[in-house]
């Protein structure tokens, strides 16, 4: 018998409908409908509770495969958050660009260093640019973790592949003006966001 068999036969001998058993499971009626229609799996967590409220070892619900699988794909799907969520933090990261003392400003025979807020020794183009690129770079970052948090993967990729975009364009518009120390810092945040991307694939077995 598969598990959806075994999960509806566990539910109907206890009387319940699927949302009553998704409230006791803490779940949506949703899951609890994928799971009996034998189009998913639920996680380790949820198959636990489910062990736990049915009073069953989870060997009785799943075979022994079946649970290496289910492991294997929630470590997979847990790495896949972390990486996510650390690039979206690396991205907020662009919002130094904005408040350290990244820019050269002379005054005198000396130059000083000073944050892009107080920086007005360059073209009004050059200055809009930052500010876009910066900001833009870091509401990505803030979308990025939002959709983590509420586990939404659908849009991941391609906010992964603006979030690069944008960053290389960024690295492309100091590099031009020559802001050392801000391509410096953009380019560290390419560094850490590719070397997540590499992390994920290997360890999930894409590359």
Known sequence: MEFNEKLQELRKSRGLTQDELASALYVSRTAVSKWESGKGYPNIDSLKEISKFFTVSIDDLLSGEKLIYIADKENKSNVKGICNLLSGFADIMALM???????P?????????????????????????????????????????????VKIEKGQKLIAVISITVNILMIF???????????????????IKGFLIIYERKHNGTV
């Open 97 to 103: 660009l904005i408040f350290l003392p990244l820019y």
């Open 105 to 149: 400003k002379p005054v005198n025979d000396f130059i000083y260093s000073v944050n892009l807020i107080t920086y007005t020794d360059i073209s009004k183009i050059n200055q809009i640019l930052y500010w876009i690129t910066f900001i833009s770079l870091a509401l990505i970052g803030a979308i990025r973790i939002i959709l983590n948090h």
């Open 173 to 191: 518009v100091l590099a031009l003006a020559r802001e050392s120390y801000a391509v410096i810092i953009a380019f560290l945040i390419l560094l």
